[in-house]
């Protein structure tokens, strides 16, 4: 049964590579860089979010359609359905969505080395006799070993909080944040919770945007030449930061209140109706994730 799941993840895989080589060649002529490399990946989520193809979706749908997908990975805890998971999220992102793939595997790259880590203690452990399937020595005092088991039970740990990072990606880089805090508000979230989120949202795009140019201005006058020279730059970056992060702070409040703030954010909401196609093919990946569970 094993041999069955890999092979329909392999021809899903095949099949969704197939499909997003043809749209590439099919609008190659249309393409164009999103986002901006000055300053990471990590600054342009906004962009990213205003950019991709499925911000004509309605967001509701989308924000239902992640967490549904997301709960499924978490409950369902199959290693062929978190792997299912990753690849129709990053294939809803990266071909629906248009994001590049590069910026999509960069993005994925953070979570992964800390589940590489965290998943260490799970499928590694020490021993004073040679125990387990794999051992080894180390200089003759005491044994590194793991077996199948615990390798299999830290694959499953790994590609069960991937897929569920991806969910949330395929949300938060398809829809841009004034359309999540309308849909918080229609679930009925508490209002100082939503103010508090997007103040810290926004805030800490702004300490990122002013250690990036505190940053870059150092390099300019050769602040990171050498290791005493980058220790001493980055005690006075360190030292500023939070400084000037409490003076464009201040000046992002006084932006708010000059446009009349009184405490309540209102977005403007764009009518978004969902369409059939789009329920129909969330119907089809919660079947399949269910049915990968029942096969597995």
């Not at 069955?4 to 080589?21: D, N, P, Q, S």
């Not at 977005?267 to 096969?295: D, H, M, S």
Request: aromatic content about 12%; glycine content about 8%; proline content about 2%.
């Amino acid at each position: 049964m094993n041999h069955v799941m890999i092979g329909l993840l392999i021809m899903m895989t095949a099949g969704m590579f197939a499909h997003g080589f043809w749209k590439s060649r099919k609008h190659h002529h249309h393409h164009r860089s999103v986002g901006h490399k000055h300053g990471g990946s990590i600054l342009s989520v906004d962009y990213y979010a205003y950019a991709s193809h499925m911000r004509s979706w309605n967001a509701t749908f989308k924000i239902i359609f992640s967490m549904l997908c997301l709960l499924l990975c978490l409950i369902l805890n199959n290693i062929y359905v978190s792997i299912a998971v990753i690849l129709i999220m990053g294939y809803m992102t990266v071909v629906i969505g248009g994001l590049e793939l590069d910026h999509y595997i960069s993005m994925l790259l953070i979570p992964i080395v800390f589940l590489l880590f965290g998943s260490a203690a799970i499928a590694v452990g020490f021993s004073w006799n040679p125990v387990g399937q794999y051992n080894l020595n180390v200089f003759g005092w005491f044994y590194i070993y793991c077996s199948q088991a615990s390798l299999w039970k830290a694959s499953g740990l790994i590609f069960k909080a991937l897929g569920a990072v991806s969910a949330l990606y395929m949300m938060t880089l398809t829809t841009p944040l004034s359309e999540l805090i309308v849909v918080l508000r229609k679930a009925h979230i508490p209002k100082v919770i939503i103010e508090l989120m997007n103040m810290i949202y926004r805030y800490i795009f702004i300490m990122l945007d002013t250690h990036s140019r505190m940053k870059n201005s150092a390099e300019a006058r050769l602040g990171y030449v050498d290791f005493k020279t980058s220790c001493y730059s980055f005690g006075q970056v360190a030292s500023n930061l939070l400084i000037v992060s409490l003076k464009r702070g201040t000046d992002y409040y006084n932006a708010l209140e000059s446009r009349c703030y009184n405490g309540d954010l209102q977005f403007l909401e764009e009518e978004k109706p969902i369409r059939k196609n789009q329920v129909a093919g969330a119907a089809v990946v919660v079947a399949l994730l269910i049915l990968i569970k029942i096969g597995a």
